[in-house]
């Protein structure tokens, strides 16, 4: 038997929030509020930024760089920076129902948790596996993921398409969470939810990502903690506001209501509107077809009589250390 949640308001389109007008000088005082290190941790909320970054350095320490070449790598970061910086402060402004002082407080306090976390590193840990000083960050990662100590034959959650808008979508499957959480539970949710919103912004300069869950074999015995999910949804509700694009909740099973009645009152109302519960073919036929198309679908995602166009991962390796952190699993890389 499947559930869904009544009070669960679904809306339609759900980046109209991020569509209003800002006045950019209220964004120029927020912005004007960090400090030169808080600037640059908002700026590298942007893998774009990131990435222009590690190359700019690399190039000005080669030896064979042309210095006309050398300047345009840096305005070109400098203007990512700029970007990054003031679309992190319009999201906190509007996720703070545009008081601007809030917001001030919220995004430091992000850069604050974006340092603490370690964030950049979860970014480049797997770049190079003999690099041991990622030995233990790996690990964890790996160990949350189910494919170390699980006997799980593939990650309970991946990036491995695009919706109809291009927004990354993380896909999770509940029936083969891991069976005890000993910790890094938070840091394996801000590795994919970094690589989803890498892969948006270089594929649509999105900023969004798009959750499907799949709870076909939900058990309540691979529920996590109350306290481990407490710290996960309020680590997102808090850092991550404005990132969110939709939540796919399909084939829920009744015995799902009483972890939800647990959870909801940390979920907060923008991220609920959000959440779409999805039951059967019928609805799988009318609620994703217009999201996301067949081919880029899993079979849990499809009606019984359509043809999934993506089969489950199998070779972790690729995922993990090949697949480059901006592109969803399986993408075709740029030449």
């Known amino acids: 038997m499947s559930w869904s949640d009544p009070e669960v308001d679904v809306v339609d389109n759900a980046n109209a929030d991020t569509d209003r007008k800002i006045d950019e000088k209220v964004i120029d005082m927020i912005v004007s509020k960090l400090t030169s290190e808080e600037e ?3 700026a590298n909320t942007s893998y774009k930024y990131f990435k222009a970054c590690r190359n700019f350095l690399s190039k000005k320490n080669s030896d064979s760089i042309d210095e ?10 400098d203007t990512l920076r700029e970007k990054a910086i003031r679309r992190m402060a319009k999201r906190h402004l509007i996720a703070e129902k545009m008081d ?6 919220k995004m430091k306090d992000t850069c604050k948790f974006r340092k603490e976390m370690k964030v950049d590193d979860l970014r480049v840990c797997f770049e190079d596996k003999n690099n041991h000083e ?11 993921s189910g494919v170390v ?3 799980s034959p593939r990650p309970n959650m991946y990036v491995p398409a695009y919706d109809l808008n291009k927004t990354a979508c993380i896909f999770i499957d509940i029936g083969i969470l891991p069976a005890k959480f000993d910790g890094g539970w938070l840091k394996w949710h801000l590795y994919l939810a970094e690589r989803a919103i890498a892969s948006s912004e270089r594929k649509s300069d999105g900023e969004k990502m798009c959750i499907f869950f799949n709870y076909t074999n939900f058990s309540s015995s691979r529920v996590p903690p109350l306290k481990i999910t407490k710290e996960v949804v309020c680590a997102f509700k808090d850092h991550y506001p404005e990132r969110m694009d939709a939540i796919f909740m399909i084939d829920t099973p009744f015995l799902f209501r009483s ?3 647990l959870i909801k009152m940390f979920v907060d109302p923008v991220t609920k509107s959000k959440m779409v519960f999805v039951t059967g073919d019928d609805q799988k036929e009318k609620m994703l077809t217009n999201h996301i198309s067949a081919d880029y679908a899993l079979p849990f995602m499809c009606p019984t009589n ?18 480059p952190f901006d592109y969803v699993y399986g993408e075709k890389q740029d030449t």
Not at 68 to 77: A, D, R, S, Y
Not at 134 to 139: E, F, G, I, S, W
């Open 259 to 261: 972890f939800w009645n």
């Open 306 to 323: 359509v043809k999934a166009g993506l089969n489950y991962l199998e070779d972790i390796e690729d995922f993990f250390y090949n697949t």
């Open 68 to 77: 006309k070449l050398l300047h345009e790598i840096e305005l070109e970061k």
């Open 40 to 42: 640059e941790v908002a």
């Open 100 to 105: 601007s002082e809030k917001a001030v407080l």
């Open 149 to 151: 100590d699980n006997d």
């Open 134 to 144: 990622y030995d233990d960050l790996r690990k964890t990662l790996l160990v949350n």
